[in-house]
Nanobody, 121 residues
Framework: QVQLVESGGGLVQPGGSLTLSCAAS????????MGWYRQAPGKERELVAT???????NYSDSVKGRFTISGDNTKNTVYLQMTSLKPEDTAVYYC???????????????WGQGTQVTVSS
């Protein structure tokens, strides 16, 4: 089995900062991509940021310049540093990973349970 466990969510004032972490564990051969999606009430889940092979990053336009994604391949962990937070960043943030469980296995997507981020004064 594979588990993605998120941490670091919470309540923060507008303009504040938070860092989310997500650790993947279990039967994993190789991780190609890890990242974050978010879902606000009444809205669809949307991409926030991804990092592939620990090098190539991709951000949604709404967070570019404010959020930074990074990874630690030795720990199968991804981080999301969020700064200059806005009320519209309020959402449940889900960790995502595209990985292969065995050398011959197919890549599959896995999701964490989600962590709430609330930006409010």
């Amino acid at each position: 089995q594979v588990q993605l466990v998120e941490s670091g969510g919470g309540l923060v004032q507008p303009g504040g900062s938070l860092t989310l972490s997500c650790a993947a564990s279990g039967s994993i051969f190789r991780i190609s991509t890890m990242g974050w999606y978010r879902q606000a009430p009444g809205k669809e889940r949307e991409l926030v940021a991804t990092i592939t092979r620990g090098i190539s990053t991709n951000y949604s336009d709404s967070v570019k310049g404010r959020f930074t994604i990074s990874g630690d391949n030795t720990k199968n962990t991804v981080y999301l540093q969020m700064t200059s937070l806005k009320p519209e960043d309020t959402a449940v943030y889900y960790c995502y990973s595209l990985l292969r469980r065995t050398i011959l296995g197919r890549e599959s997507a896995y999701w964490g349970q989600g962590t709430q981020v609330t930006v409010s004064s």
